[in-house]
């Protein structure tokens, strides 16, 4: 099993490398050390796949290309696949910005992040490994220095947090609004609105009640039932293409909504309409 580690003296307060390594894993091999950490570590894989997860996060299959992060603190578990098992390279960084850097990026919402091999933190988090491997100077600790800041700088950059702890709630509010309007016809739902968010189920119910009246469900189906209105008087199409244009499956369903919210059938509204 190919290995290589390295402890690293970081002087750093806010920000500095604690030790590197890589491992070509066997198959089913699963990190046996700690899995609390007390630092912040970053992983990419290189080759194959294998499952990660983090405390009260589901179980993912994570490929080639992917990157993962085990946060402060937190339990982790991750497994090299049995048939095709993975190769990684890790960072481990410490400093008290650390958390908060990572905190303002989308990769904290579920420690991971999917497909970064065509992006500038993935070259910058490259070029970062591999400084690591030069000889120790003035010059190239330099070098390694601006080039963790370099990767930090394009892990904000292309990948940043969608809400994060300093939005306000009247801000959480209009960004799920928005969701809302731009994808109700796809079906989404409300657990999709709360994924896309980053937000509890329960938190977004006290969002709605708060700043709508009502709950984050009733919301939805008005902007459906209201955009269906629209498409009852002003066109032609048939039911069937309505409810499929405002996120429902079939006729039946949208028409049985319809009527719960207006009182009558999506036909008979266009006929009085008319």
């Keep these: 099993m190919k290995k290589e580690y390295r402890d690293l003296q970081s002087n750093s307060i806010e920000n500095g490398i604690i030790f590197y390594g890589l491992e070509c894993c066997e198959p089913n091999y699963i990190f046996k050390g700690n899995n609390i950490r007390e630092n912040y570590v970053i992983h990419y894989i290189r080759n194959g796949c294998g499952t990660f997860s983090s405390a009260g996060r589901p179980l993912v ?3 080639q290309g992917d990157c993962f992060i085990l946060p402060k603190g937190v339990p982790c578990f991750y497994q090299a696949d049995e048939k095709n098992p993975w190769e990684y390279s890790w960072i481990g960084l410490s400093g008290i ?3 908060e850097i990572f905190a303002a990026s989308s990769i904290s919402e579920k420690n991971y992040l999917c497909q970064i091999q065509d992006t500038e933190f993935k070259n910058s988090l490259s070029m970062l490994y591999e400084s690591l491997h030069l000889t120790h100077n003035m010059k190239n600790s330099l070098l390694t220095e601006s080039l963790l800041y370099k990767m930090f700088h394009d892990l904000l950059d292309e990948f940043p947090a969608e ?22 016809d796809t079906g989404c739902s409300i657990l999709d609105v709360c994924r896309g ?21 009733k919301f939805l189906t008005e902007i459906r039932m209201e955009e269906a209105e629209h498409l009852l008087k002003d066109t032609d199409r048939s039911i069937q293409n309505i ?10 369903t949208f028409s049985k909504a319809f009527r719960k919210s207006r009182g009558c059938s999506p036909t008979d509204f266009r006929r009085m309409r008319n």
């Design 243 to 252: 409810a499929d244009s405002i996120g429902y499956g079939d006729s039946f």
């Design 61 to 63: 299959k994570l490929k």
């Design 197 to 217: 968010l980053s937000v509890s189920r329960s938190y977004l119910y006290s969002l709605f009640k708060k700043f709508a009246g009502s709950s984050p469900q």
């Design 97 to 99: 910005r650390t958390g």
């Design 163 to 184: 809400v994060t702890r300093k939005t306000n709630s009247r801000t959480q509010f209009r960004l799920a609004v928005e969701y809302m309007r731009d994808n109700y």
